[in-house]
């Protein structure tokens, strides 16, 4: 299996019909902390985290590694998409040693299909950088959206099973799959 970081990073940024995905620079540190701080944007993901704490976590730089990508439409960063490998101490146990795709917009963004467009555009770069492997997804249920764009995406629906506190939807995608 190999390791995210084994890819080329960071890579040329990823051009779609109307956005950017790019690794991470200065001028992202603001809407990185806007995104967790947001009880719209964090709803489905445990909530949102303190505005005062994220200033003091955020480095000044967001975090730059292989599959964490920031979303830019006109200029303006958006949203983060990411690839992540789980380890075994990850809750949705299934996702444990799998890639796992995840994805923030802010609520501005939602809507205007720029989830859709960067999410595939991600899952295209990671099937050029790792043939074959598959992809993973967890969202709560009653994420309804995200369900939706699972599917959308071309995720197929392996199991329901509950985690942190509620019933999760769990998705593979394979770029092998027709």
Request: glycine fraction near 8%.
């Amino acid at each position: 299996m190999a390791e995210l970081g084994s890819v080329e990073w960071p890579p040329t940024p990823i051009r779609t019909e109307r956005l950017v995905l790019r690794a991470p620079a200065a001028q992202d540190r603001a809407v990185v902390i806007e995104l967790h701080a947001s009880p719209e944007v964090s709803a489905f993901i445990g909530g949102p985290q303190p505005r005062d704490e994220l200033e003091r976590l955020v480095p000044l730089v967001p975090r730059q590694r292989p599959g964490g990508f920031v979303v830019e439409f006109d200029g303006a960063t958006i949203g983060v998409v990411s690839l992540e490998r789980r380890d075994a101490s990850y809750e949705i146990r299934p996702a444990a040693g799998k890639v796992d795709l995840g994805y923030l917009f802010l609520p501005s963004a939602w809507g205007k299909g720029y989830a859709t467009e960067a999410c595939a555009a991600t899952l295209r770069w990671f099937a050029d950088a790792l043939p074959g492997e598959p992809v993973v997804l967890a969202t709560q249920t009653a994420n309804e959206a995200a369900v939706r764009l699972a599917v959308r995406l071309g995720f197929a629906e392996v199991k329901r099973l509950e985690a942190y506190g509620t019933e999760q939807w769990f998705g593979v995608w394979s770029a092998a799959r027709p």
